[in-house]
């Protein structure tokens, strides 16, 4: 009886076994397998994205102006979440003017990635600007900005 016991379990066992490893092979349609993927993209990236710190500087009237004027014109800014020298360019612009630059983050890691985006356009470090379809590596004064970007407004850039 208790030999029988015994084997009545292993033999479940190995079912039970067998059954997950069969559907663990099982294939998902490709459609199945787009919308898992989909669906564990969005909560990996939800579960670990990385924030930049918050930006302390506020804005000032040309701050505001020049960031404008650069998403008018169509520029953006590659960077990554942990970078020093992308948190300084941010902080120049201000916690106001920031939101309103183009602003593609690198490290898969980030908030909202797109590393593909960064790799299409060659960058190499960071920050990288691209404007006028033109790279300018490194961190850049607002004044910089202002003349590569054509800029004519008001250069009392507080920041």
Request: glycine letters at 8%; aromatic letters at 8%; charged letters at 20%.
């Amino acid at each position: 009886m208790k030999y029988s016991l015994i084997t009545g379990l292993v033999a479940g066992i190995l079912t039970l076994s067998g059954n997950i490893a069969t559907a663990q092979e099982t294939p998902l349609s490709s459609s199945a397998n787009s919308q898992q993927f989909s669906i564990n993209n969005s909560i990996n990236k939800t579960l670990k994205a990385e924030k930049a710190p918050p930006i302390k500087n506020t804005s000032g009237e040309a701050e505001i102006a020049l960031a404008k004027h650069l998403k008018n014109i169509k520029a953006k800014m590659y960077g990554a979440y942990w970078c020093g020298h992308c948190k300084h360019q941010k902080e120049l612009f201000g916690k106001q003017a920031w939101p309103t630059i183009t602003y593609i983050e690198c490290d898969p890691k980030g908030t909202n990635p797109r590393p593909d985006l960064c790799e299409k356009a060659k960058i190499q470090g960071y920050p990288t600007w691209e404007i006028n379809g033109k790279l300018y590596p490194g961190r850049q004064s607002l004044e910089n900005l202002a003349k590569i970007s054509g800029y004519k407004g008001k250069r009392n850039f507080k920041n």
